[in-house]
């Protein structure tokens, strides 16, 4: 398929949990949200064993972060004609900005503040 890129689109390889992938190609206008609707009603058959109930829980995940529903792929600045690799998980909320880091602080007890000698 990714020979026959429009100059235009762009073609998104999903991988979801299960490693199982599949490309689809979107304008750079596009949504995170419009994506997740688009492979809501057009699921692949071989993915039909994580058939979710709904587009709303279905999340992207480009470059080790959660993309928001209102965020373009232009918007990511990602290239015309070519393929780029996102994620794709069925989660009901995202996490908070910068929550991760707070969690890992605080399960080994490191802080930001002041260095003890």
């Known amino acids: 398929m990714s020979s ?5 689109m762009i073609n998104l390889r999903l991988i979801l949990v299960s490693g199982k992938t599949k490309e689809f190609l979107f304008s750079p206008n596009d949504s995170a949200a419009d994506i997740a609707k688009h492979v809501y009603e057009n699921w692949p058959m071989d993915w039909e064993d994580e058939l979710v109930s709904s587009p709303s829980i279905l999340r992207l995940i480009y470059q080790g972060r959660f993309l928001h529903g209102n965020v373009t792929l232009g918007a990511l600045k ?7 690799v996102m994620h794709l998980v069925a989660r009901e909320t995202l996490p908070e900005p910068n929550s991760q880091g707070q969690r890992n602080r605080e399960k080994t007890g490191e802080s930001n503040c002041c260095v003890i000698l």
């Open 4 to 8: 026959s890129i429009p100059a235009d």
């Open 78 to 84: 990602l290239p015309l004609g070519k393929t780029t």
